[in-house]
């Protein structure tokens, strides 16, 4: 079983940044790909950004291109999401989520509680 445990969020005005962490426990840390996911008042959730396990392939939605940064520390089972410049419109709850390499599939099979974001203008 994998279990994800998201933190950092918090309010922040536009132009501000915040760190997100989620982090993972799971023996096998290093056969899983991590995503963030966020989910804003009355909308679905959207893909956010997503890492590969060993951190070499990083994709980005591109409403935060050049403005967020996925990471992880295969070392301290932890994934980081670096938003900077940010915006009202990226006012959401944000989730973590995970899949192992071996799945099949590019469904995110384990989530996190999600952690809340807020962006004042």
């Known amino acids: 079983q994998v279990q994800l445990v998201e933190s950092g969020g918090g309010l922040v005005q536009a132009g501000g940044s915040l760190r997100l962490s989620c982090a993972v426990s799971?023996?096998?840390?290093?056969?899983?790909?991590m995503g963030w996911f966020r989910q804003a008042p009355g909308k679905e959730r959207e893909f956010v950004t997503g890492i590969s396990w060993s951190g070499g392939r990083t994709n980005y939605a591109d409403s935060v291109k050049g403005r967020f940064t996925i990471s992880r520390d295969n070392a301290k089972n932890t994934v980081y999401l670096q938003m900077n410049s940010l915006q009202p419109e990226d006012t959401a709850v944000y989730y973590c989520a995970a899949r192992y390499i071996y799945s099949g599939t590019d469904e995110y099979d384990y989530w996190g509680q999600g952690t809340q974001v807020t962006v004042s203008s």
């Open positions: 799971t023996r096998t840390f290093s056969s899983i790909d």
